[in-house]
């Protein structure tokens, strides 16, 4: 029980505490180098400004000390439920994201996750189609006509990419047999041959033996190459961040659908927005990087490593260490990427964001979809295990 | 009470006392859908304490996450704003829905008491292997009700084919 609370308010701490405040810096700091500008730079403390770190301070205070105001005609009781709802899916959607594996000390083992359910997956899908209302609610409540508009292109855009989001990754569910977070990243933690498919046609060649020694991590993004770019590609259009930033598109709507919240309950959108690009991150980790998994290292070789040197307890202890950071600069790493691609690219017209969707991901998926399915046919071919497509 | 059967009849209140608000007493069409939404989210739970969570997921995915929200999608296209519930309406719908809920309450009354299924305990602990789990259900639905799936997804393939052709009709 305290095991679960501890492992509960740790991914809670580092996620909205740390991460969040830290991406709200780091988003202001890319766009000034990637822009030529100095940056974040005016808030102090006695002079010093610490690179501009201390803006989610000053933020915090800015927000928390303005008025806050409710348009005349909205409905009060909604437009002070939205923003909570907008909060709530982002702050949950970690529970099933293990950032770590299993680890035994004396007679206790236990996973480093907060929620290990068997539809892990499923869960995250579910998270994401609530977290819809938050947005619904908003634009509808303010009575407000940008907000209202933000709020149709914030369902329209939600409700169909959650399909092709829920598509893009049957694949990955086919090739590691499972729905269950945890399992994934267990299934990552070794590595393929990635010349297997060679077996299929002929043995090899004498002299071409080397082709059997290269072997790639057994991760979601070499075996799902394509699911890997439509499923990114979907959950950032789920977060309406730019360059699929419609629905608040401040050139058009002001700020759309929270175009009538100050304070802190513009706070919470903002939050909320910042830990998704964190919920986000780990999400694809754990599908696609391997989650808490080394490359070329699984867990046995580590704690079998250091346990010859140092005992198993402790090797144990290392290894546990090494693949929270592991999983954690993997996370860094992704959110570095959705920063990179948020500053790069222009924003979308609307017929194209949804061509995008229904004309080209979900085509794509389907088509993902078919060939995960062959190639794994061949591959039982082959050898049970051998290689997946 | 063991914590289960409390969460079971929490959820259980609050599916049905919402399902009375949406059509009863609530004011706006908006905040209509939403109460929908808490009979949905209760529904989930008590499938969940039921141990059919694949069914509790994909009944917050597909109802709660999807088909409300185009409802609020259409609400919101056809600018319900000023409710379109009068307060005439309010108390009449309230009337038919305390009218039909009674009916369909007493009646499953009688219906269950008749049948014994009083003396059964909704949260059943001795289950077969692998039951509710997504692994056991697509197993049985791929073998032995593929036809039914198969046909399915036939009227799904209409129905989606026909909205297309009254979409386009309207268009043109």
């Known amino acids: 029980m305290i095991l679960v609370v501890a492992k509960t308010l740790f991914i809670l701490i580092v996620v909205t505490l740390l991460f969040a405040p830290l991406i709200t810096w780091v988003e202001r700091k890319q766009s000034a180098i990637m822009q030529d500008r100095i940056g974040a730079n005016r808030a102090d403390l006695a002079g010093m400004t610490f690179l501009g770190l201390l803006h989610p301070a000053a933020d915090v205070i800015k927000l928390l000390s303005k008025e806050d105001l409710v348009p005349a005609g909205a409905n009060r009781f909604l437009h002070a439920l939205a923003p909570i709802l907008s909060a709530v899916p982002a702050l949950i959607a970690f529970a099933v994201i293990p950032y770590g594996a299993t680890y035994r000390f004396g007679d206790t083992t236990f996973t480093l996750v907060a929620a290990d359910i068997d539809w892990g997956v499923l869960y995250l899908l579910v998270i994401g189609s609530l977290a819809t209302y938050g947005s619904v609610l908003a634009g509808w409540a303010s009575r407000s ?228 399915a062959a190639g794994m046919l061949l591959a039982q071919q082959i050898a049970p295990g051998a290689a997946a497509s | 009470m063991s914590f289960e059967m409390f969460l079971f009849y929490a959820f259980a209140f609050l599916a049905v006392f919402s399902a009375v608000a949406m059509i009863g007493f609530v004011r706006h069409i908006v905040a209509a859908a939403m109460s929908l939404v808490v009979t949905m989210v209760s529904l989930a739970g008590i499938y969940v304490l039921m141990h059919a969570e694949l069914i509790a997921a994909i009944q917050i995915l597909v109802y709660a996450g999807a088909i409300v929200v185009l409802f609020l999608f259409v609400i919101m296209l056809l600018d319900l704003r000023d409710g379109g519930l009068g307060p005439a309406a309010r108390g009449q719908n309230l009337v038919k829905a305390v009218g039909v809920g009674g009916t369909v309450t007493i009646g499953t009354l009688v219906v269950a008491s008749v049948s014994g299924v009083f003396s059964v305990n909704p949260l059943v602990e001795s289950l077969p292997e692998g039951f509710g789990e997504h692994r056991a259900l697509g197993i049985a639905l791929f073998t032995d009700y593929a036809l039914a799936v198969e046909l399915v997804g036939l009227v799904l393939l209409a129905s989606i084919v026909g909205a297309v052709i009254l979409a386009k009709r309207k268009i043109d």
């Open chain 1, 145 to 372: 006509n940008w907000s209202m508009l933000g709020a149709i292109r914030a369902t329209a855009q939600m409700i169909s990419y959650e399909v092709t989001m829920g598509l893009s990754i049957v694949g990955i569910f086919m090739v590691f047999g499972s729905l269950k977070l945890t399992d994934m990243a267990v299934a990552q933690d070794t590595t393929f041959r990635v010349f297997g498919f060679l077996d299929l046609f002929a043995s090899l060649p004498a002299g071409a033996g080397w082709l059997n020694a290269i072997r790639l991590p057994n991760w979601g993004i070499f075996l799902q190459p394509l699911a890997f770019l439509l499923f990114l590609t979907c959950i950032m259009a789920e977060n309406k961040r730019p360059p699929f930033d419609l629905p608040e598109a401040d050139s058009e709507l002001v700020a759309g659908y929270f175009t009538e919240y100050s304070g802190m309950r513009f706070g919470l959108f903002y939050m909320a927005e910042f830990i998704e690009v964190v919920v986000i991150a780990g999400a694809v980790a754990a599908l696609f990087l391997g989650g808490w998994a080394v490359p070329y290292l699984s867990q046995e070789t580590i704690t079998a490593g250091v346990a010859s040197l140092f005992g198993e307890g402790f090797a144990n202890l290392v290894c546990m260490l090494i693949h929270v950071g592991c999983f954690f600069s993997k996370v860094v790493f992704l959110v570095w990427l959705q920063m990179l691609i948020r500053w790069s690219f222009p924003r979308f017209r609307y017929d194209q964001l949804m061509d995008l969707c229904w004309k080209v991901i979900l085509p794509l998926s389907l088509l993902n979809i078919f060939l995960t």
